[in-house]
């Protein structure tokens, strides 16, 4: 098979299950009990926060273990402008699911949002950010790197507006986290939220990052975990996995995107050049190194997966959340493209394991199949 879902999610890495191991075989301690047996399960959260806050440059205090990146939005988003005592939410309109429906959650108790349009690339435009502040806004919600189309928001700048403004800013960072550089050092953002699954950790655990200062109620109410912040037992196996493939993903990063980059743009430049009516969605440099999107008009994502499928070859129409409803892609839309042309969207999210001789064949399959497709 040749995996190109990478976005959707990962293949486990050798230093997250071995990092795992110990916690799901011996040390099955709960990390909350007295005794010395259990403590090794409470160092092995402590060790992976303090490893997590190092290469992220942030201190182990500001981080919170979370069961995804689903539930740090939901918490960022509900606990969020709950805190503010404000009514009035900023954010775009390609966001992740995560985001959207937790806002869709606040418009139904009440409170506003404005979904913010992009250019055709997939930009917010951080002047929009501005205009669309108003007394009630508490918090500004934009994402570092689109999902689907791949594109890199301008979230130093947006944080900047939203610090001067006095109002909690958040970033859901899933796809760029260990991908590219974060600015946490640089600007001022508030809450930002991971996930290890994106990046060859394990599924169900991610985190929420707070900005000393900044104090969320918990999202989950029970026990003292997490500093009181988030109930729960620890997921101590995947917490310890988390922080070893976060550790490869941060050290590999930059050998690793340029070879991503290199693959990513031979098969843009392949695909634009050799289907015709083929065009590339999204920012062509302000983009994810592993990220490729385009729509072949006249072709239907849905038979092109399945005989791409078929070819031994795993790729995706946006987001594998859409994918399955006959709904068009959310962000497709938000570029400006026709409902047609959102139907026709192919995500190719591929690992720095993608050999030429691999990237050629999904090429001349892809070229096949929708040269089929459009004579049928
Ligand atoms: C995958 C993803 C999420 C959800 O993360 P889970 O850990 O799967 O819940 C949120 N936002 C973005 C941008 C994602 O790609």
Not at 146 to 155: K, M, Q, R, Y
Not at 296 to 315: F, K, N, T
Request: with cysteine; charged share 30%; proline share 4%.
């Amino acid at each position: 098979m040749i995996y190109l879902d990478n976005a959707a999610t990962t293949e486990l890495c050798e230093e997250a299950r071995e990092a795992m191991r110990p916690y799901l075989e011996e040390d099955y301690g709960n990390p909350s009990s007295i005794y010395l047996f259990a403590q090794r399960a409470k160092r092995a959260v402590e060790e992976s926060r303090r490893k997590l806050s190092e290469l992220m440059g942030v201190s182990p205090m500001e981080l919170y273990f979370t069961g995804g990146g689903t539930e740090s939005d939901n918490w960022a988003l509900i606990s969020g402008i709950e805190s503010t005592g404000k009514s009035h939410i900023i954010s775009s309109k390609i966001e992740h699911h995560a985001v959207l429906r937790s806002c869709a959650y606040l418009e139904k108790r009440g409170f506003s949002v404005s979904y913010l349009d992009v250019d055709e690339r997939g930009r917010v435009d951080p002047a929009a950010v501005l205009e669309a502040i108003r007394d009630e806004t508490g918090l500004i919600s934009i994402m570092s790197a689109n999902n689907e189309i791949g594109t890199i928001e301008p979230i130093s700048e947006i944080a900047e507006i939203a610090g001067e403004k006095g109002i909690l800013f958040h970033t859901d960072a899933v796809q760029a986290f260990g991908q590219l550089p974060l600015p946490l050092g640089k600007s001022r953002i508030d809450l930002l939220s991971a996930s290890a699954h994106k990046i060859r950790g394990p599924k169900g655990v991610g985190l929420l990052y707070m900005r000393r200062g900044v104090k969320l109620p918990p999202y989950l109410h029970g026990g003292e975990q997490e500093r009181g912040r988030r109930a729960g037992t620890e997921n101590v196996a995947a917490i310890a996995g988390f922080a070893a493939a976060a550790e490869r993903a941060f050290r590999t990063m930059r050998e690793r995107g340029e070879k991503e980059r290199r693959m990513r743009d031979y098969l843009i430049r392949r695909l634009t050049t050799e289907i015709p009516d083929c065009c590339l969605n999204g920012d062509p440099e302000e983009r994810l190194p592993n990220n490729v999107n385009v729509c072949i008009r006249g072709v239907e994502a849905e038979p092109l997966l399945l005989l791409l499928d078929q070819r031994g070859i795993a790729a995706s129409a946006g987001s594998a959340c859409a994918s399955g409803s006959l709904d068009p892609s959310h962000v497709i839309l938000a570029l400006g493209a026709s409902r047609e042309d959102a139907y026709g969207s192919l995500r190719l999210s591929l690992d720095e394991r993608l050999s030429r001789e691999d990237a050629d064949r999904v090429v001349s399959e892809i070229k096949r199949i929708a040269d089929y497709l459009r004579r049928e």
